[in-house]
């Protein structure tokens, strides 16, 4: 084996002896003029303009597990937008508890961190917001998955917080609860303190709402606070029954919110009138629900149509390799600062899935996930947001307009913000990332229209193929 190797190593430099000496020039092209021209596919380059219009969402799945946002705020672009949410909450504990008798309310209080906010104005990071909670007539449950609104008969219109609570937008927000429906908790049988579900399902979920800034008011603040470290503090005083004689105690059980359980985010905007199907020199977009940059399928079609017929291309042998979407906006020494606090970090296509039991959800393109593709980041430098379509503008060439129509929610484009989430395999080291519909982060930004001479693009790299015998 030893002189094998040494045999295999010596052949090899003396091979790269020759190699060195000879200077050979290596001609990469060598064979290329005996490919047929038929068989040799040739890359094209063409530029779109992108049709776009302002659309909203028809809802917005809003279920989450760590995340509620909370708050409100008016714009001169927008007007007013609410967010809400309601979560669930129950007892926990690995062993049984005994409660005692005669068990009297001290205090009950509940706590969320806050994880980030959204101010339009800086000099409103302390606004003063009023913040009341409610009793749900629900469990948040995956029926509130694919829709984000609030019913006047999903919740109990009196409030169950002692009088509200003034928050100025801290690290913590902490909300005290009515003696009387603190004490309610401490009528769960053994059963629900023993069942989360059986809990929750008597005592249902708590809603969070916030007042509108004043009429007339321009601005406000959006929080987004943890659930999956928020809890109920419940002190109560008891009588021991576990032995005669015991003098009467203090105590204090935690209930934990939102955490291996739902939160569900409601929210509302005065934008609707916004929408235009007409062509516009800007657009301007925000975030969650509200106003998009909106592509429809059925113009984005035509015009794909168009350009191939007019070339006299056949639609099936179109072979898309990129397909690249930009979309300008403008900046300046004024608007700079707005952009860098309010615009989305990205604006990435979303479409509306079916899923399997026949609900249509909102979920960024597939595209998405290809290796090496743009998902949408904003270019700050190029004050542009770019990202990669190649697929589905393939099946959009590929397809009749009639498929298109029949199924126009898997290929109509509303451009949203898109978050990720990695997750990593303990055994392997290999990591997963998934992408969606950002679901908290409110964004406003205004980017260039059709209508502006640095309108949205679609570039797309091309080849013919030719299976000509």
């Given at each position: 084996?030893h002189?094998r ?15 060195a ?18 068989y040799?596919l ?28 909370l ?7 927008f ?57 749900m ?24 917080d ?10 913590t ?24 579900a ?11 709402t916030?007042?509108?800034?004043e009429?007339?008011t ?57 929408e ?7 657009l301007?977009v925000?975030?969650?629900?509200g ?68 609900h ?14 743009a ?82 693009t ?11 015998e």
């Amino acid at each position: 084996m030893h002189s094998r190797f040494r045999a295999v190593a010596l052949s090899f430099m003396i091979s790269l002896a020759f190699a060195a000496s000879s200077c050979i020039d290596v001609d990469n092209t060598l064979g290329v003029n005996n490919i047929p021209d038929e068989y040799a596919l040739k890359l094209q380059t063409v530029t779109l303009g992108l049709p776009l219009q302002t659309k909203m969402l028809d809802s917005m799945q809003s279920l989450n597990t760590s995340n509620a946002v909370l708050g409100a705020f008016r714009t001169e672009e927008f007007g007013l937008t609410t967010h809400s949410f309601a979560t669930n909450y129950y007892f926990y504990s690995t062993k049984k508890v005994d409660l005692g008798s005669d068990r009297r309310i001290k205090h009950a209080y509940l706590t969320f961190t806050r994880s980030s906010n959204l101010i339009l104005d800086p000099s409103q990071q302390g606004l003063p917001q009023n913040i009341h909670v409610y009793q749900m007539n629900k469990v948040v449950d995956t029926t509130y998955k694919y829709n984000c609104d609030l019913k006047d008969s999903d919740y109990n219109h009196i409030p169950i917080d002692t009088n509200g609570v003034v928050y100025t937008g801290g690290d913590t927000l902490r909300l005290y609860l009515k003696n009387s429906y603190a004490k309610k908790i401490l009528t769960a049988t053994q059963r629900e303190l023993d069942s989360s579900a059986a809990f929750m399902d008597r005592f249902k979920a708590i809603l969070f709402t916030c007042d509108a800034p004043e009429e007339g008011t321009i601005g406000g603040r959006l929080n987004v606070f943890r659930t999956s470290d928020a809890y109920i503090y419940l002190t109560f005083n008891f009588q021991p029954t576990w032995k005669s004689g015991l003098p009467r105690k203090d105590t204090t059980i935690v209930l934990p919110l939102g955490s291996n359980t739902y939160t569900q985010n409601f929210s509302t905007y005065s934008s609707k009138p916004l929408e235009k199907v007409e062509p516009q020199e800007y657009l301007t977009v925000e975030g969650l629900g509200g106003l998009k940059a909106y592509t429809d399928p059925l113009a984005l079609k035509d015009m794909l149509d168009h350009w191939m017929s007019s070339n006299g291309y056949d639609p099936k042998k179109i072979l898309i390799c990129k397909a690249l979407y930009k979309l300008p906006f403008v900046t300046d020494n004024s608007t700079v600062n707005n952009i860098n606090r309010c615009f989305p970090a990205s604006l990435y296509p979303n479409n509306k899935e079916k899923d399997t039991s026949n609900h249509f959800y909102y979920a960024p393109l597939e595209d998405v996930y290809a290796s090496g593709n743009a998902v949408g980041a904003a270019n700050r430098s190029l004050s542009y947001y770019s990202g990669d379509i190649s697929s589905q503008i393939q099946q959009m060439c590929n397809k009749d307009r009639s498929e298109i129509a029949a199924n126009w929610k898997r290929y109509a484009m509303w451009f949203s913000t898109v978050a990720s989430s990695t997750t990593s395999n303990y055994y392997t080291s290999a990591s997963t990332t998934n992408y969606t519909l950002d679901r908290t982060a409110y964004s406003v930004a205004r980017i260039n229209g059709p209508l502006h001479a640095n309108h949205p693009t679609l570039e797309i790299v091309f080849a013919l193929m030719n299976d000509e015998e």
